[in-house]
């Protein structure tokens, strides 16, 4: 799985949404390093973006998302700014080298990562994992019938009612066991993986990339593929290197 590359006319043609004056281009040579003041640099790309694409989506510590077509987003480096570029640079690493379907797809990226162009995630809600992969992420969701609650999805894919883990349960002993290294066994969990196809690509990709901050369903997006809905991770730009070098203490 590689990045595709496109230039500046083949954008142009591929965002619906491009607005006549936005320039691909300008936004790189806002954001180069011939500008002294990173930071500075960032508001450049940031008030840059807001003229032509309007208001962010989304917005993170060190990175925010513009829309630029139904289906395609501009993740652009900001606050923190050098932040924000590692995050991006590691990101289009993953995808080229360790690609998952768990990834979100990157199209394009300016050369020193400033911003990266991918397809658009509908952010995921915790109720969204147990519709998808019949796992909630943190407990199973009830209604109200009368003086009685019940299953609010009837068990939608006849597995089981009850699950002895949730996602979370999983992500947490995933993260200490790859990315932190506490390095804990817990048969119970890894037979767990075993039986879910979706758990056990997010071991896979987990394992390889050691990428962590994955506990809460807002780092989760859906997507579909293949005329399916599938959950895939929305920010994968973090690992313990990035974390040590610029958010810790």
């Known amino acids: 799985m590689k990045i595709v590359k496109i230039n500046e006319s083949q954008k142009k043609r591929l965002f619906e949404a491009y607005r006549e004056g936005f320039s691909f ?26 003229k032509w694409l309007g208001e962010p989506v989304a917005r993170g510590t060190s990175r925010c998302i513009f829309m630029l077509s139904d289906n395609l987003v501009l993740k652009l480096a900001c606050g923190r700014y050098e932040a924000g570029k590692a995050q991006n640079r590691l990101e289009c690493q993953l995808y080229e080298d360790n690609p998952s379907p768990l990834m979100v797809r990157i199209f394009g990226n300016d050369d020193n990562f400033s911003y990266v162009i991918c397809e658009n995630v509908v952010p995921a809600q915790d109720i969204d994992f147990e519709k998808i992969i019949d796992i909630p992420f943190y407990y199973r969701y009830y209604k109200q019938m009368g003086s009685e609650y019940v299953n609010y999805f009837e068990n939608p894919k006849g597995s089981y009612n009850e ?35 979706w758990l056990k690509e997010l071991k896979t990709f987990i394992m390889n990339t050691q990428i962590g901050d994955l506990t809460k369903p807002d780092n989760y997006g859906i997507v579909n593929r293949d005329g399916k809905p599938m959950i895939v991770i929305l920010d994968a730009g973090m690992n313990l290197e990035n974390w040590e070098t610029y958010y810790r203490g």
């Open 25 to 50: 281009d300008e936004l790189s040579v806002l954001g180069n390093d011939a500008f002294s003041d990173e930071e500075y640099s960032g508001k450049l790309q940031f008030e840059y973006c807001r």
């Open 163 to 197: 699950v002895p883990f949730n996602v979370h349960d999983v992500v947490c002993y995933l993260e200490a066991n790859y990315c932190v290294g506490e390095g804990y066994y817990h048969k119970e969990i890894e037979e767990y993986i075993r039986k879910n196809p």
